[in-house]
């Protein structure tokens, strides 16, 4: 079959991955709307699974209204996992390297040919690590605190998260002493800073937001003629009786089964892959995020950070612990978490903590619960070290997803022709979605990849 016979081309998810790939597969030099007929399907038909109901529900209307992608109603389901959820750091310093460079260009050359600084956020940015001690709060006596400190076990639990993280105030000079720029002045440097190494430069790291980058990648590729369903919950991907080829997609929408006739089929679905290609070994695991509304504009600074809770500090949830089964009590010792933290140009500030293993994947993201008591954690932490984050500041949102672990893998799947996966991307999954696209449509169109080479995302390695 040649690139310009007829096709129906099907990709399952309505995550970046999956918008992504139906944008570049619409760009590819020998993609005609005559020829090639492209469905996305996406299982979920809310975006609100995972937020908690007093959580701001459109990020949109933070940002410009005038230019910033705005929701389609009929698009919603459209970005409601990790890509919805995720901080969107962009970086040439992120793995897997041999995708890496590929995609960071092409979120470059996205953002000047269709507005992304307006539209969903895209900047330069700086990233660093900060080491902090967290201040206690309000109200409670150090003295007690130090008392339960020396009472306690002296040894010190190492959170199991990896992030970034933003600091505030301190003397000039004395910020210079640990090489902090002036511009990141969100940091409490009297009590909290300890320790800054830079890891990441606006030549090399960047940010997006990634709901509405996924918004609008759907949105364009829908204007090229891709048609978009929500709510369409994939059950079966149907192979020829010997396997060499695909014949059609099968999935669920308002109570009723829909065949669709299928000659390629990508499989994006994130941690949900491996419920249709159980040979893929793509895991999930649980994150949850706060959105936190600054009371001014912060530094483009995205911080990897390890903060020193005292004595006293509310206790972190363990990462085994039972959804929504621990209540908060007091550190009797102390503890280092890392969450991440992420400055935003719309006025806000993400926060993410470590995954957990406390709730299985649900059916699909409509389903996914938030664990209000992680979400406390992270607001505390990152409120211990900045009173921007903290006190002074306006949580928008608190939620969660499942983080897709063990890829990525990009490829066809075995010797079926015309199935590919592309999943699994870990925590850089905005970072390379756009490479992924790219590739997926090289693949589709060209017989193989040819912007870079697939090297440990190939399928093939673990088939």
Same mark, same amino acid.
């Given at each position: 079959?040649?690139?310009?016979?007829?096709?129906?081309?099907?990709?399952?998810?309505?995550?970046?991955?999956?918008?992504?790939?139906? $944008?570049?597969?619409?760009?590819?030099?020998?993609?005609?709307?005559? *020829?090639?007929?492209? *469905?996305?399907?996406?299982?979920?038909? &809310?975006?609100?699974?995972?937020? *908690?109901?007093?959580?701001?529900? %459109?990020?949109?209307?933070?940002?410009?209204?005038?230019?910033?992608?705005?929701? /389609?109603? !009929?698009?919603?389901?459209?970005?409601?996992?990790?890509?919805?959820?995720?901080?969107?750091?962009? @970086?040439?310093?992120?793995? #897997?390297?041999?995708?890496?460079?590929?995609?960071?260009?092409?979120?470059?050359?996205?953002?000047?040919?269709?507005?992304?600084?307006?539209?969903?956020?895209?900047?330069?940015?700086?990233?660093?690590?900060?080491?902090?001690?967290?201040?206690? #709060?309000?109200?409670?006596?150090?003295?007690?605190?130090?008392?339960?400190?020396?009472?306690?076990? %002296?040894?010190?639990?190492?959170?199991?998260?990896?992030?970034?993280?933003?600091?505030?105030?301190?003397?000039?000079?004395?910020?210079?002493?640990?090489?902090?720029?002036?511009?990141?002045?969100?940091?409490?440097?009297?009590?909290?800073?300890?320790? +800054?190494?830079?890891?990441?430069?606006?030549?090399? &790291?960047?940010?997006?937001?990634?709901?509405?980058?996924?918004?609008?990648?759907?949105?364009?590729?829908?204007?090229?003629?891709?048609?978009?369903?929500?709510?369409?919950?994939?059950?079966?991907? /149907?192979?020829?009786?010997?396997?060499?080829?695909?014949?059609?997609?099968? $999935?669920?929408?308002?109570?009723?089964? &829909?065949?669709?006739? *299928?000659?390629?089929?990508?499989?994006?679905?994130?941690?949900?892959?491996?419920?249709?290609?159980?040979?893929? #070994?793509?895991?999930?695991?649980?994150?949850?995020?706060?959105?936190?509304? &600054?009371?001014?504009?912060?530094?483009? $600074?995205?911080?990897?950070?390890?903060?020193?809770?005292?004595?006293?500090?509310?206790? #972190?949830?363990?990462?085994?612990?039972?959804?929504?089964?621990? !209540?908060?009590?007091?550190?009797?010792?102390?503890?280092?978490?890392?969450?991440?933290?992420?400055?935003?140009?719309?006025?806000? !500030?993400?926060?993410?903590?470590?995954?957990? %293993?406390?709730?299985?994947?649900?059916?699909?993201?409509?389903?996914?619960?938030?664990?209000?008591?992680?979400?406390?954690?992270?607001?505390?932490?990152?409120?211990?070290?900045? %009173?921007?984050?903290?006190?002074?500041?306006? =949580?928008?949102?608190?939620?969660?997803? +499942?983080?897709?672990?063990?890829?990525?893998?990009?490829?066809?799947?075995?010797?079926?022709?015309?199935?590919?996966?592309? @999943?699994?991307?870990?925590?850089?999954?905005?970072?390379? !979605?756009?490479?992924?696209?790219?590739?997926?449509?090289?693949?589709?169109?060209?017989?193989?990849?040819?912007?870079?080479?697939?090297?440990?995302?190939?399928?093939? /390695? =673990?088939?």
């Amino acid at each position: 079959m040649t690139s310009s016979s007829e096709r129906e081309i099907t990709i399952v998810g309505g995550g970046i991955i999956g918008c992504s790939t139906a $944008y570049y597969l619409t760009r590819h030099p020998s993609y005609s709307p005559e *020829t090639h007929r492209i *469905t996305l399907l996406e299982a979920s038909s &809310t975006s609100s699974g995972g937020r *908690t109901q007093n959580s701001i529900q %459109d990020p949109a209307t933070l940002a410009d209204p005038a230019t910033a992608s705005r929701r /389609n109603p !009929a698009h919603d389901g459209i970005a409601g996992g990790a890509s919805g959820k995720a901080g969107g750091l962009l @970086a040439l310093w992120a793995f #897997p390297q041999n995708i890496v460079p590929l995609s960071f260009r092409l979120h470059d050359e996205l953002a000047r040919e269709h507005g992304g600084a307006q539209r969903w956020g895209y900047r330069r940015c700086w990233a660093s690590q900060v080491d902090c001690k967290a201040r206690l #709060p309000l109200g409670l006596n150090s003295d007690v605190a130090a008392a339960r400190s020396s009472s306690a076990d %002296d040894g010190l639990t190492t959170g199991a998260s990896k992030g970034l993280h933003k600091d505030h105030k301190k003397a000039s000079a004395a910020l210079r002493k640990l090489g902090v720029p002036d511009e990141l002045d969100w940091v409490d440097g009297t009590e909290s800073l300890g320790a +800054y190494e830079n890891i990441g430069t606006p030549q090399n &790291t960047a940010q997006v937001h990634p709901e509405l980058f996924t918004r609008l990648m759907a949105q364009l590729a829908e204007d090229a003629s891709v048609r978009i369903v929500t709510g369409a919950r994939v059950t079966a991907i /149907n192979r020829s009786a010997d396997g060499s080829h695909l014949e059609s997609v099968t $999935y669920e929408k308002d109570g009723e089964e &829909t065949t669709l006739p *299928t000659t390629d089929c990508v499989v994006a679905a994130g941690p949900w892959t491996r419920r249709l290609l159980p040979e893929i #070994p793509v895991s999930a695991s649980r994150a949850h995020s706060v959105v936190i509304k &600054t009371p001014r504009p912060l530094s483009a $600074y995205a911080l990897f950070t390890a903060i020193r809770l005292p004595a006293g500090f509310r206790t #972190p949830v363990p990462k085994t612990a039972p959804h929504g089964a621990v !209540a908060a009590t007091p550190l009797r010792g102390q503890q280092i978490v890392e969450p991440e933290i992420y400055a935003r140009p719309d006025g806000t !500030a993400y926060a993410c903590g470590p995954t957990d %293993d406390s709730a299985p994947l649900p059916l699909t993201t409509a389903e996914v619960e938030v664990d209000e008591a992680r979400c406390e954690d992270i607001i505390a932490q990152v409120g211990g070290i900045s %009173d921007e984050l903290g006190r002074d500041g306006e =949580v928008l949102a608190r939620q969660a997803c +499942y983080l897709p672990q063990g890829g990525p893998y990009i490829g066809q799947v075995g010797s079926t022709k015309g199935l590919v996966v592309a @999943a699994g991307h870990t925590c850089w999954g905005i970072q390379n !979605a756009p490479g992924t696209g790219k590739l997926v449509s090289e693949i589709i169109f060209d017989g193989k990849a040819k912007s870079a080479r697939l090297g440990g995302c190939d399928p093939a /390695n =673990v088939l």
